[in-house]
């Protein structure tokens, strides 16, 4: 299998909560992740990660991604993904179901060596997302610096 490929079936595992289980034979079993995500600033590994995204999944049910770009970088050993998460807070969560809807943008930069995934980047803005979905204040940073 192609890096391009396991990282298509990495993407499409994890997009779908289906956990580390599902994703680990496409991974290292040391994989780390990164992000500059306050909500993923504990989230250090991509067996971490991978359940992040199932937990989530269990609170916007009905959630799912617009695919937007895949491409490899053969020379650096990277695969990128551009997509839009979209999902609505229907159950659980870190407050009561909103019932608010996020269209969030990401990209994934996965790198390579052997065949496998042993870092990923997640590249996010969650603070839009949480906003969106009614889990922070809605106040704008924008607003917040207009004020001063």
Not at 5 to 12: C, D, P
Not at 24 to 30: F, V
Not at 31 to 53: D, K, N, P, S
Not at 124 to 142: C, F, H, M, Q, T
């Amino acid at each position: 299998m192609s890096n391009l490929e396991t990282a298509r079936a990495f993407f499409e595992a994890c997009e779908a909560g289906r956990g580390w289980e599902a994703c680990r034979t496409h991974c290292t079993p040391s994989a780390t992740f990164a992000a500059q995500a306050g909500a993923l600033a504990e989230v250090q590994t991509l067996e971490q990660y991978t359940e992040w995204m199932k937990g989530i999944l269990s609170m916007l049910t009905d959630g799912t991604y617009e695919l937007h770009a895949f491409a490899e970088d053969r020379e650096r050993g990277q695969v990128c993904a551009f997509a839009t998460f979209v999902g609505t807070h229907r159950a659980g969560g870190p407050v009561p179901p909103t019932n608010k809807t996020t269209r969030t943008d990401y990209v994934y930069a996965m790198r390579f060596q052997g065949g496998k995934i042993v870092h990923m980047t997640k590249v996010w803005n969650d603070g839009y997302a949480l906003r969106e979905l009614g889990w922070i204040d809605p106040v704008s940073a924008k607003d917040r610096f207009a004020s001063q």
